[in-house]
């Protein structure tokens, strides 16, 4: 019983790290993205296409 026990402890603390992980990935990408967005508030009043809104967002002053 005690390896199956320490392998499912194991496992469960792997699988919390892949989530934690994960999370963490999502919210820094999510949070540089909504940083972006309103950096460009000006822009957002227009109505731009796609094409030009990626333009506009990779080119640097």
Request: aromatic share 6%.
């Amino acid at each position: 019983m005690k390896k199956k026990e320490t392998l499912i402890i194991s496992v469960t603390i792997f699988l919390t790290v892949i989530a934690w992980t994960l999370a963490e990935i999502i919210h820094t990408s999510s949070k540089r993205i909504n940083n972006e967005v309103k950096s460009l508030q000006e822009i957002k009043t227009f109505r731009l296409n796609k094409s030009i809104f990626d333009i506009i967002e990779t080119k640097e002053p």
